[in-house]
C-alpha cells in the first residue's frame, strides 16, 4: 500500500484529534470531564492508526470520511463491551489476588507468633 495514503489518514485522524481538543479546551471544566473518556480513546486509536495494517481500499474508505477518527470512535463504542468484560475480569482476578496477599501475611503472622 502506498504510504502516502496512510500518511494522509494519519495527517487527517491528528487534524480532527486537534479540533476536538481545541473545542473542548474552550468547555468548562465539568463538560471536560465528561468527555474525557472519548479523548482517552481518540488519542489511542490515533496513536494506532498505522499498527493498524489496513489494506489500501480500508484506508481508501476511512480517507472519504468527512470525520475517519469520529467513524472509528463509533465503532469502538459499539465494541466496548468486550473490554467492559476485560474490565470486569481484571477487577475479579486482583481481588482474587488480594485474598491471597491477605492470607499469606495472615499465615506469616501466625508462624512468627507460633515461634
Request: contains cysteine.
Amino acid at each position: 500500500m502506498s504510504m502516502s495514503l496512510l500518511n494522509r489518514l494519519q495527517q487527517k485522524v491528528n487534524g480532527e484529534l486537534d479540533q476536538f481538543m481545541q473545542e473542548l479546551a474552550e468547555k468548562e471544566p465539568r463538560e471536560i470531564l465528561n468527555h474525557a473518556y472519548e479523548l482517552a480513546i481518540k488519542c489511542q486509536l490515533t496513536a494506532r492508526i498505522d499498527s493498524a495494517f489496513m489494506e489500501r481500499n480500508q484506508v481508501k474508505g476511512l480517507l472519504e470520511q468527512e470525520h475517519p477518527l469520529q467513524y472509528i470512535y463509533d465503532q469502538w463504542e459499539q465494541d466496548a463491551e468486550v473490554v467492559s468484560d476485560l474490565l470486569v475480569d481484571t477487577v475479579y482476578a486482583a481481588g482474587q489476588q488480594a485474598e491471597r496477599a491477605m492470607w499469606q501475611k495472615a499465615s506469616r503472622k501466625r508462624m512468627g507468633e507460633e515461634r
